[in-house]
């Protein structure tokens, strides 16, 4: 069965019109849907019409099961699917709003060695409307609607690789952008990907307006490969080439993400030959001191270390920043709360 949250205004106006209802219905169905209701809760429609929905269409495709709440305020939910896969997702609470981080896929198979995310591999792929469902169900949780929204930014940085996932990912952008739903704007989405190039330039030809974010996490390809799998496929001269061209076809400047693991990135040579790299067009640079994994035998560096990293990359006038490290005491990283929660069910099963 599809998911109800999959559909635009526009395909669930044809269902109406295929149910014999007038137009007007599906705008209704719409809005309550993007308030985070099922059929059932749906007062001003008819008994009749959401019984005929309910034979064709799921409408409640996750609930959220654990709550973690971090002693910086950040909030970690793990959710369940539909079909009992499990997912997780981060609030990020900071003064110009709330950022909910979603997930595209049920695991990964990116294999990137400072991620949870691909410790069981990838599962399956998100609907548009299972992504859409984790920004509804955490919206009204807070007491938000499509008018006063509690959710004000989105990144797409939970577990899977956004552009493995393409088609539902870019349909999740125009869903939840829609005027008649929670409309939340493309310039406060952000897509990450670890550098998929094709898929990169076929997002540049959409031209949408979200912000591009790319985990580089290297400033060479010898390095970048004993971290990232998929250097061997992307050479990172392809990728910074890629992210030219979503600057000249959008305008948008591209974000590169930067975790910072000691030993292995972190030296003055790194930051001196990422500048060289990012020099030329608009671009920022998040640096991030590792969140340890500790399934991973990666060592994070001190706060210090990271300072000082941003600082030499800012000197040689690159933009950089360190980004804030939130719920590090709830399992915060990518990946983490969810792999735990698995392990822990494998152990009472066995």
Do not use: W
């Not at 000082?308 to 000197?315: D, G």
Request: with cysteine; glycine share 6%; net charge positive.
């Amino acid at each position: 069965m599809q998911i109800i949250q999959d559909l635009s205004l526009e395909e669930l106006t044809q269902v109406c019109l295929n149910l014999g209802q007038p137009k007007y219905r599906a705008k209704q169905i719409f809005e309550n849907l993007h308030l985070g209701k099922n059929l059932d809760e749906m007062s001003n429609i008819p008994k009749d019409l959401k019984d005929k929905l309910k034979v064709q269409y799921i409408d409640t495709p996750l609930t959220i099961i654990h709550t973690l709440v971090s002693k910086d305020g950040t909030q970690k939910y793990l959710y369940k699917l539909h079909d009992g896969n499990i997912i997780e997702g981060v609030l990020l609470s900071y003064e110009y709003g709330n950022t909910l981080c979603v997930s595209t896929q049920v695991g990964c198979r990116m294999g990137c060695k400072f991620c949870a995310s691909t410790l069981n591999g990838l599962i399956r792929s998100l609907s548009s409307g299972e992504i859409l469902a984790q920004v509804l169900v955490v919206n009204r949780m807070l007491g938000g609607d499509n008018k006063t929204r509690k959710i004000t930014n989105i990144v797409l940085m939970g577990s899977g690789e956004p552009l493995d996932n393409f088609d539902n990912v870019v349909k999740f952008v125009y869903l939840v952008n829609a005027p008649e739903g929670i409309n939340i704007s493309q310039r406060n989405i952000s897509v990450s990907t670890c550098g998929l190039v094709p898929q990169i330039d076929k997002l540049a030809k959409l031209k949408l307006q979200i912000v591009l974010t790319i985990s580089l996490h290297a400033p060479t390809d010898e390095i970048r490969k004993t971290i990232m799998p998929i250097a061997n496929k992307y050479t990172i001269e392809q990728i910074i080439d890629s992210a030219h061209r979503y600057f000249n076809a959008t305008g948008r400047r591209v974000i590169f993400e930067y975790a910072l693991i000691r030993g292995v990135n972190d030296s003055m040579e790194c930051a001196r030959t990422l500048h060289k790299l990012l020099s030329g067009f608009p671009t920022h640079l998040n640096v991030i001191p590792l969140n340890e994994v500790k399934e991973r035998n990666l060592e994070s560096v001190t706060r210090k270390d990271a300072y000082r990293f941003a600082e030499t990359l800012q000197k040689l006038g690159t933009s950089a920043t360190v980004r804030r490290t939130m719920g590090e005491d709830i399992d915060g990283a990518c990946g983490q709360l969810r792999a735990k929660f698995i392990a822990e069910q494998t152990d009472k099963e066995e």
